[in-house]
């Protein structure tokens, strides 16, 4: 299904750089050699990739408000969290769904994957939409300080007006939303 | 118009560690203080931000594929790229639009601007959207290879489910395009 990705243009790696290797990122600079022979260095930040949930309870959106720190405000997004070492992706997101909201979700569909950050980052994000959650219990990651509350599309489109919500995977998942709205499947 | 950001839940910058500072992105840890009083760290990256441009011919939108080493494969994606020190946005767009396709447009609308990922990273991403386009001059960074066509949303959607098309820029743009075909308005 999926075609073989075309590497023109390949650029080959002549050598890597650790720079730093963290709880959440890595970062290396490598040294290339580009298709016109010359050389160029690209700084390349290391991700284990996460999932997010556009989790709907009749016409209402599950969405958490928390501090982000590398922009210094609290945003409100979509049910997220990087992935666990050799975690399956459809664990992971029911995982984050209830341990941020309290819902559990019996099955959830793949709406998109997508990288965020192509030009330094190799983070892939994996969107899935749960319907028919049923209430758990909230426990979060001991760093972990959020508040949860449910909005109807016409509020997120308000939240997006007002830079409340201003990620690109809750952004997505408001358009895959509206879409549905008008088409009738995600 | 934009409510002030609530900061519940700040996290108290107790140091900041600088680890590395490249051409592209830096890279710093901060320890915080919790709304708990505990501490943790935050592995942050500081990136100067990014324009990208949904360009529509007719019928057809632009886009360029090149090779991204931060993935080890090509892409096809919408023209982007990133700020210069002071830059206008709207006139990086139109900048980035014409080095990368040789297509200049008169007026750009704002769609929207989004956080790519907001737990590690600062660098938000300015979409806009071109039409009235006119021919001008394909010129690239000194370091940059691409190619460049225009493609229907058909064959957008198709380029998403084959993964030549996997960033959230050129996602969203494509989900802004169905949308304004299906109301009316971006």
């Avoid at 990122?25 to 016109?36: F, M």
């Avoid at 930040?45 to 209402?60: F, K, N, Q, S, T």
């Avoid at 070492?85 to 997508?114: I, M, Q």
């Avoid at 990620?167 to 895959?176: G, L, N, R």
């Amino acid at each position: 299904m999926n075609k073989p990705a075309s590497n023109k243009y390949e650029e080959t790696t002549l050598s890597s750089q650790p720079i730093f290797q963290g709880r959440v990122v890595s970062l290396q600079v490598d040294t290339v050699r580009l298709p016109n022979g010359e050389t160029a260095t690209r700084e390349i930040i290391r991700h284990p990739g996460a999932v997010a949930v556009l989790a709907l309870i009749e016409d209402r959106m599950l969405v958490v408000e928390q501090y982000r720190k590398a922009l210094g405000k609290s945003q409100v997004e979509i049910p997220a969290g990087k992935l666990e070492p050799e975690e399956d992706l459809v664990e992971a997101a029911k995982r984050e769904l209830e341990e941020e909201t309290g819902y559990r979700a019996e099955s959830l569909k793949h709406l998109s994957s997508f990288y965020t950050s192509p030009g330094f980052a190799d983070e892939i994000l994996h969107l899935y939409v749960a319907e028919h959650l049923e209430k758990g219990e909230v426990h979060l990651d001991e760093d972990e300080f959020l508040d949860c509350e449910s909005i109807t599309l016409e509020q997120a489109q308000q939240y997006i007006r007002e830079q409340r919500i201003s990620d690109s995977k809750t952004i997505m998942a408001v358009y895959a939303w509206q879409l549905y709205k008008l088409t009738g499947s995600f």
